[in-house]
């Protein structure tokens, strides 16, 4: 009996960011199986993608999953996926490589990326916005080193969880949503960004930076966060409708953003 092999949707744009290669928090693993899977025709990297701080600092962490994360970053560009890198803090020396079209990628400081049905979003990684968003000093420095401890505390228990055959589940994300400044910084973000695109006569944003996934859409205006791969694992897609979803690593949809209705799809590119 011949088995035919079932290939993956083919996806007009994926957008990921903070995967955060070369730090010990990165779930590289997930992250190259996702990549492996991917067809798409355009790919956003939305920034920190290599943990250059983290390296810089403290020991890089790199094995045989980071690597296959590279691999299959390159398989996608020679098999004919436009890359578009937006640099973010972590990896913000690539800035310098701004406006350059390398052999397999472009390097942009910001992008407008338009959908099939005529939303125009700004692609940014969004840490352009922490001047309006952070507090500073010790309450931020406290808060960093709280974080570095809760991700570690994820690690573990997910490292126990696969002993017992359970799904990855993020503990630091739990954790947050019952931190009420976490929920006002984040609250903070996502009103800086959606200003920024009203400013700028844009349709929406996409963004990462605050490791936490989201996708809505307020008064017309569309927020999408595609989240981070040392929490959520998750990506953002656009069908080939224009439909945007947010998806974890197993390509689970967490939320959705409908197309927009052909007559004003229509008027918007006219």
């Not at 990896?91 to 052999?103: E, I, K, N, V």
């Not at 800086?192 to 930076?209: P, Q, T």
Request: aromatic share 8%.
């Amino acid at each position: 009996m011949t088995t035919i092999a079932v290939l993956p949707p083919r996806r007009r744009a994926v957008f990921v960011s903070d995967i955060h290669l070369g730090s010990r928090h990165c779930h590289a693993a997930e992250l190259a199986t996702f990549l492996g899977r991917l067809r798409c025709d355009r790919l956003y990297l939305v920034g920190d993608v290599v943990d250059l701080w983290w390296m810089a600092e403290r020991r890089a962490a790199w094995g045989a999953a980071q690597q296959r994360v590279v691999e299959a970053l390159d398989a996608l560009a020679r098999g004919g996926t436009e890359i578009i890198y937006v640099p973010g803090n972590h990896d913000r020396a690539a800035r310098r490589l701004c406006g350059l079209l390398l052999p397999r990628a472009q390097v942009r400081r910001r992008a407008i990326h338009t959908t099939a049905d005529g939303r125009r979003l700004l692609v940014v990684h969004g840490d352009d916005y922490d001047h309006l968003t952070q507090f500073g000093g010790l309450q931020e420095r406290i808060g960093d080193w709280l974080y570095e401890w809760i991700l570690t505390g994820n690690g573990l228990a997910n490292r126990l969880r696969r002993r017992f055959g359970l799904r990855y589940w993020s503990l630091a994300d739990f954790l947050k949503r019952r931190s009420e400044a976490a929920e006002r910084y984040i609250g903070r973000f996502v009103d800086a960004g959606l200003a920024d695109v009203a400013r700028r006569g844009l349709d929406g944003i996409v963004c990462g930076h605050i490791h936490r996934a989201g996708l809505v859409e307020t008064d017309g205006l569309v927020y999408a966060n595609d989240g981070d791969w040392v929490e959520s694992l998750t990506a953002l897609v656009e069908e080939p409708d224009g439909r945007l979803r947010l998806v974890t690593h197993l390509d689970e949809t967490l939320a959705e953003v409908a197309p927009r209705r052909a007559e004003r799809a229509y008027a918007a590119a006219a």
